[in-house]
């Protein structure tokens, strides 16, 4: 049926599928915007906030649900060497643990979005929790506004739309 109505048709995504590193690049480019170009403290958060994210997926691609769900001290381990994402069996679609680090070309961007920008964003909204990805004024964001968000972010960057799964297929490519 979803094939019938069209979803689920691998043409969808011809010419979709960028490569991890374009999307890697995209990501950290966008994350160091300077003072110049974004000279509004708080869009200019909200940018490396969002860099990011699209590093942290071109690295480490994993499902929309797990991605949201990262937390501080639960599935996000920092220490001075390195970041460690795991993954409950809950979280992954497998039901098995899953584990990493953050490859070092994206450990720098997400080590100064938990040190600078997430504090500085959640202080704006006088708000206390540990889900990592954050809003404007510290509020859990969710799938649907970080799919929203990195297909559109993709799109200004790169010229093509990426939704957050098709980073999974960029990976497989």
């Not at 000279?39 to 860099?51: A, S, T």
Request: glycine share 8%; net charge positive; aromatic share 4%.
């Amino acid at each position: 049926l979803k094939r019938s109505a069209g979803r689920g048709d691998p043409a969808r995504k011809n010419g979709r599928i960028l490569s991890s590193a374009v999307l890697l690049k995209a990501g950290l480019s966008h994350a160091n915007s300077d003072e110049e170009a974004v000279p509004n403290q708080l869009k200019r958060m909200l940018c490396q906030r969002d860099g990011a994210m699209i590093a942290l997926l071109a690295v480490l691609p994993m499902r929309r649900r797990a991605f949201c769900e990262l937390r501080l001290s639960q599935s996000i381990q920092i220490n001075a060497a390195e970041i460690i994402i795991s993954l409950s069996e809950d979280m992954t679609k497998t039901g098995v643990q899953w584990e990493a680090i953050v490859p070092p070309q994206a450990e720098p961007v997400l080590r100064r979005y938990i040190e600078d920008v997430r504090p500085f964003l959640i202080a704006r909204g006088h708000l206390t929790h540990n889900v990592l990805w954050v809003g404007k004024k510290g509020q859990i964001i969710g799938q649907i506004y970080i799919g929203t968000r990195i297909g559109t972010l993709t799109k200004n960057l790169t010229g093509q739309r990426v939704p957050p799964h098709f980073f999974r297929d960029a990976a497989a490519t």
